[in-house]
């Protein structure tokens, strides 16, 4: 099993900035990748970023990519999500995601983090 707490939300005035961690913990060896989902008030969840725990390739939703960064610490049990000029449009629950490939492929996910961004 694998543990995902996530850290860093809160309230920011547009224009700011804000880092959001997620720690994994637990068996967290097999993970192949992490992701970092958000859901904004009565929207769907949608993927922000992702980055590979093999080679460390990240891919972003197309209109957060220059805003956002996604990374990992040296033990890659730690997910970064940095984003810059925040706007309204931003505040959402942000969620830390984590998966497995193979023949059993799991999911994990962390709790989630608000984050609210004042106009």
């Known amino acids: 099993q694998v543990q995902l707490v996530e850290s860093g939300g809160g309230l920011v005035q547009a224009g700011g900035s804000l880092t959001l961690t997620c720690a994994a913990s637990?068996?967290?060896?097999?993970?192949?990748?992490m992701r970092w989902f958000r859901r904004a008030p009565g929207k769907e969840r949608e993927l922000v970023a992702y980055?590979?725990?093999?080679?460390?390739?990240?891919i972003y939703t197309d209109y957060l990519k220059g805003r956002f960064t996604i990374s990992l610490d040296g033990a890659k049990n730690t997910v970064y999500l940095r984003m810059m000029n925040l706007n309204p449009a931003d505040t959402a629950v942000y969620y830390c995601?984590?998966?497995?490939?193979?023949?059993?492929?799991?999911?994990?996910w962390g709790q989630g983090t608000q984050v609210t961004v004042s106009s």
């Open positions: 637990g068996r967290t060896a097999p993970l192949y990748a």
């Open positions: 980055i590979s725990r093999v080679d460390g390739d990240t």
């Open positions: 995601n984590g998966f497995t490939k193979g023949d059993k492929p799991e999911s994990y």
